[in-house]
């Protein structure tokens, strides 16, 4: 079972950037879908961005498509959510989370990953 530790939240203000990490291990990185999630006070976890194992396809909520990129570094083991023009909507707890899947087929479900990550605090100040 493939272990992930998320870093890099914190506070920023309206329009501002921070780079989320995801670093993983326990298992082969490279057989993994990798997806982002997050959770504000008070709503129920949504989705945020997926990558296939090769980086080749990627997925994002209409919410943040065109400020926020997904990555990965298989040879780090290592996933990452550039988040950029942050808004106050985008203050949440980030999860990020594994798929055992080498297809190029992503998934927004969060019911179709089964490893989690323990979340990192994203706050935007206005």
């Known amino acids: 079972q493939v272990q992930l530790v998320e870093s890099g939240g914190g506070l920023v203000q309206v329009g501002g950037s921070l780079r989320l990490s995801c670093a993983t291990s326990g298992g082969p990185f490279s057989w993994y879908t990798m997806g982002w999630f997050r959770q504000a006070p008070g709503k129920e976890r949504e989705f945020v961005a997926a990558i296939s194992w090769s980086g080749g396809s990627t997925a994002y909520a209409d919410s943040v498509r065109g400020r926020v990129t997904i990555s990965r570094d298989n040879a780090k083991n290592t996933v990452y959510l550039q988040m950029n023009s942050l808004k106050p909507e985008d203050t949440a707890v980030y999860y990020c989370?594994?798929?055992?899947?080498?297809?190029?087929?992503?998934?927004?479900?969060?019911?179709?990953?089964?490893?989690w990550g323990q979340g990192t605090q994203v706050t935007v100040s206005s």
């Open positions: 989370a594994a798929k055992l899947s080498q297809s190029t087929r992503l998934t927004m479900l969060q019911d179709d990953y089964h490893s």
